[in-house]
């Protein structure tokens, strides 16, 4: 079942590894088949090593195990309550990567300093709000869901295709999990650049606004011009 999906979704869990974002067992990444309502993630707590195509959970849009023989991702209902909420995210990423971390357990937005981060988000990159007691003693990965949700409010969430979850770490999505996970590793490297800039000068400006839209908008506008064709992911 799904098993060109199993194999994409498998490859872009592998890719947070060789990218750097994730040791251990510290991170997920899913896809949506849409046709079908099927989202594949990864198992639970299972070794980055030791895993394979065929170790990817099946699950249906409520979180009910569809096939495979290991439980999903702990994260699985923030990632259900994502694709349910959007239905243009085909993928979606947990990490705990180190710098935007730190932004996310400061309970600070990633700032628009420069170009580079206004090639890929139209903006600062959002931090939520902290989760009261009952929500994280209540179905907490669900309303996790629920406060990325809230924070993004009415903004198109391709536009910023990330976020800080405060006090946990960051989620990204794309069109597909291999774009997400792009979108992860960009989210990354920009909170990392941010960190630096303002470690040497920690009164840095925002970038000019028609600096930000400039460079968004040459990559992702109606009339872009970035590259040598249409990119649907990043």
Not at 73 to 97: F, I, M, N, Q, R
């Amino acid at each position: 079942m799904l098993e060109q999906l199993k194999k994409d979704v498998y490859e872009a869990n592998m890719e947070l590894v060789e990218k750097g974002l994730v040791i251990y067992t510290w991170g997920n990444v899913s896809g949506i088949d849409r046709a079908s309502g099927l989202v594949v993630i990864k198992p639970s707590g299972v070794d980055y090593d030791v895993l394979s195509p065929e170790d990817m959970t099946v699950v249906d849009l409520e979180g009910n195990i569809v096939e495979g023989r290991y439980k999903p991702s702990s994260d699985t209902a923030t990632h259900l309550a994502l694709y349910k909420a959007y239905p243009e995210l085909g993928g979606v990423v947990h990490t705990h990567a180190v710098y935007s971390v730190v932004f996310a357990q400061a309970g600070l937005p990633v700032p628009a300093l420069g170009t580079t981060h206004a090639d890929y988000f139209h903006g600062d990159i959002p931090c939520t709000r902290a989760l009261t007691a009952d929500e994280i003693n209540g179905e907490y990965e669900a309303n996790t869901g629920s406060v990325i949700i809230e924070t993004i409010g009415g903004r198109d969430p391709m536009e910023v295709p990330g976020i800080l979850v405060r006090n946990h770490g960051p989620f990204a999505w794309g069109k597909t999990a291999s774009g997400a996970v792009y979108n992860a590793v960009v989210l990354e490297k920009v909170a990392e650049m941010a960190y630096r800039t303002l470690t040497l000068k920690p009164d840095a400006l925002h970038a000019p606004l028609y600096l930000l839209d400039r460079h968004y908008y040459r990559k992702h506008g109606a009339n872009a011009y970035y590259g040598q064709g249409a990119n649907e992911d990043h």
